[in-house]
């Protein structure tokens, strides 16, 4: 499907109104102060790695014990007390809102829920 110039420059202006929103911006900062702690994204890269690893077992049959589980939930409390995660976390709440009516507007002007079209599931149609 190609996209008009109309849609493209219209995409590019929301994109850069929400860079310099300032919710966004908060958000962006604290995501970008995970990415470049080492520990905390070190803690955070650990945490994904373990989940993937479990899921994995899980999906072959394995039965996990309780000190899988255990160690699973103690690291992602670690990542999720960590200060840059949980500030990050905090911002993202704050933009949630501000996303959902972003969504809104969009649907509103396009005539369409577009969340719909952005979801791969539904590339048949979703209703």
């Given amino acids: 499907m190609e ?3 109309d849609i493209r420059t219209a995409t590019l202006a929301l994109v850069e109104s929400m860079k310099n ?3 966004i911006r908060l ?3 604290a995501r970008d102060a995970v990415e470049a702690d080492p520990e905390a994204s070190a803690l955070q890269n650990q945490l994904f790695e373990l989940y ?3 899921i ?3 999906q072959q049959g394995e039965r996990l014990s309780d000190e899988d589980i255990q160690a699973f939930n103690s690291l992602r409390y670690q990542v999720r007390v960590h200060p ?7 911002a993202l709440i704050q933009i949630k809102p501000y996303l959902a009516q972003i969504a809104d507007e969009i649907s509103n002007a396009l005539g369409i829920d577009y969340t719909t079209l952005a979801d791969p599931q539904c590339s048949g149609g979703c209703s």
Avoid at 84 to 90: G, H, I
């Fill in 3 to 5: 996209i008009s110039n």
């Fill in 52 to 54: 993937e690893n479990l």
């Fill in 84 to 90: 840059l995660v949980a500030q990050r976390e905090n």
């Fill in 21 to 23: 929103d300032a919710t």
């Fill in 56 to 58: 994995s077992r899980q």
């Fill in 27 to 29: 958000y962006l900062n």
